[in-house]
């Protein structure tokens, strides 16, 4: 279980803590015993997987942000500043008068420079520390710095990537910038692709759109992507597409629906701060496994990602088509 979701928790179990609320938001929502004893509580969780879980334990969630407002808001934020101090202000614009905003993050994710954050912005914070975490609440009263909040707002509003046309968000992968990974794959992808065709991890929708520019006898484009923040993204910067895509909030390493011509992926390989080359693998091995024969997948990788040896146990044949100081740009087939 995440070490944060378990400290979020502290100031609601400790004796001089804080009250179980009569209405809940959780904003980042993650499932937890404990939380089906509460009343009213509410959820919005942008990952797919973790959505899943959410929804197997029985409690409501909702697909966006809610609008109105509640007593406590409770926020696991992401990763990055951008989306962490984004989402204080919006879990502010969800409190009550009075109401009180729960927060927590790993040491490692800057939790320390984080309460220090909201401390400013609310004058006050509450903390504690455990599990390498540290949880943080402050309480509405007035006085807050909106002008500070303001500021956050606006760091999570989607944006233009300058010099593009693409609409991104803080917190999706490569934000900011076109993955510079993505564009390599892009540089090396044959204009002879045609059929059905699979974007995995699709993210705000790059390859999907330089696909379908490159390869006109594309017939259908479905995007897999497990973030809801990206595939809204993704909508937008395809929208002149719309015939031909399907999209699929969905999380890749639970397999694939149907099977393609043409698969391209730049797989994570990260969850939350650790390198974890089992997701990776796990995207190359649903992707092979739903490749028609004499299909074709493309994928970019860093360089020193082993993912020649899953292809040769699964049977594959690839080469390399590209590589520089940092990436490398593979080939397969399926025979």
């Given at each position: 279980?995440?070490?944060?979701?378990?400290?979020?928790?502290?100031?609601f179990?400790a004796?001089?803590?804080?009250?179980?609320p009569?209405?809940?938001?959780?904003?980042?929502?993650?499932?937890?015993p404990?939380?089906?004893?509460?009343?009213e509580?509410?959820?919005w969780q942008?990952?797919?997987?973790?959505?899943?879980?959410?929804?197997k334990?029985?409690?409501?969630?909702?697909?966006?942000?809610?609008e109105?407002?509640?007593?406590?808001?409770?926020?696991?934020?992401?990763?990055?500043?951008?989306?962490?101090?984004?989402s204080?202000?919006?879990a502010?614009d969800?409190?009550e008068?009075g109401?009180?905003?729960?927060?927590?993050?790993?040491?490692?994710?800057?939790?320390?420079r984080?309460?220090?954050d909201?401390?400013?912005?609310?004058?006050?914070?509450?903390?504690?520390?455990?599990?390498?975490?540290?949880?943080?609440?402050?309480?509405?009263?007035?006085?807050?710095?909106?002008?500070?909040?303001?500021e956050?707002?606006?760091?999570?509003?989607?944006?233009?990537?300058p010099?593009?046309?693409f609409?991104?968000?803080?917190?999706l992968?490569?934000?900011g910038?076109?993955?510079?990974?993505?564009?390599?794959?892009?540089?090396?992808?044959?204009?002879?692709?045609?059929?059905?065709?699979?974007?995995?991890?699709?993210?705000?929708?790059?390859?999907?759109?330089?696909?379908?520019?490159l390869?006109?006898?594309?017939?259908?484009?479905?995007?897999?992507?497990?973030?809801?923040?990206a595939?809204?993204?993704a909508?937008?910067?395809?929208?002149?597409?719309?015939g031909k895509i399907?999209?699929?909030?969905?999380?890749?390493?639970?397999?694939?629906?149907?099977?393609?011509?043409?698969?391209?992926?730049?797989?994570?390989?990260?969850?939350?701060?650790?390198?974890?080359?089992?997701?990776?693998?796990?995207?190359?091995?649903?992707g092979?496994?739903?490749?028609?024969?004499?299909?074709?997948?493309?994928?970019?990788?860093?360089r020193?990602?082993?993912?020649e040896?899953?292809?040769k146990?699964?049977?594959?044949?690839?080469?390399?088509?590209a590589?520089?100081?940092?990436?490398?740009?593979?080939?397969?087939?399926?025979?």
């Amino acid at each position: 279980m995440n070490p944060a979701l378990e400290t979020l928790l502290l100031p609601f179990s400790a004796n001089d803590g804080l009250p179980v609320p009569t209405r809940t938001l959780f904003l980042g929502a993650e499932a937890h015993p404990a939380l089906q004893d509460w009343p009213e509580l509410t959820g919005w969780q942008p990952q797919r997987s973790l959505a899943e879980a959410w929804d197997k334990m029985g409690l409501p969630r909702v697909e966006e942000p809610p609008e109105g407002r509640w007593p406590v808001v409770l926020l696991l934020p992401g990763k990055s500043r951008d989306e962490i101090v984004s989402s204080f202000a919006m879990a502010r614009d969800k409190l009550e008068p009075g109401g009180t905003l729960v927060a927590a993050l790993a040491n490692l994710s800057g939790a320390g420079r984080f309460e220090k954050d909201l401390s400013r912005a609310t004058g006050k914070v509450v903390s504690i520390q455990k599990n390498k975490c540290r949880v943080f609440h402050a309480q509405e009263d007035g006085t807050w710095n909106e002008t500070l909040f303001s500021e956050w707002r606006d760091t999570g509003i989607r944006s233009t990537i300058p010099g593009t046309a693409f609409t991104t968000q803080a917190g999706l992968f490569s934000h900011g910038h076109v993955d510079p990974g993505s564009r390599l794959l892009v540089e090396h992808l044959p204009t002879d692709l045609r059929g059905s065709v699979a974007d995995l991890g699709a993210g705000w929708g790059y390859l999907s759109a330089e696909v379908l520019r490159l390869a006109p006898k594309i017939e259908r484009l479905s995007l897999f992507e497990s973030d809801s923040r990206a595939l809204a993204c993704a909508r937008l910067n395809l929208a002149g597409h719309d015939g031909k895509i399907t999209y699929h909030w969905h999380d890749v390493t639970t397999g694939l629906p149907a099977s393609y011509d043409v698969i391209l992926m730049n797989p994570p390989f990260h969850t939350g701060r650790a390198t974890d080359v089992d997701l990776g693998r796990a995207f190359l091995k649903r992707g092979s496994a739903a490749l028609k024969r004499g299909g074709r997948l493309y994928l970019v990788a860093n360089r020193q990602l082993p993912y020649e040896a899953l292809l040769k146990a699964e049977g594959l044949t690839w080469n390399r088509l590209a590589e520089d100081k940092t990436y490398k740009v593979l080939a397969i087939e399926k025979f």
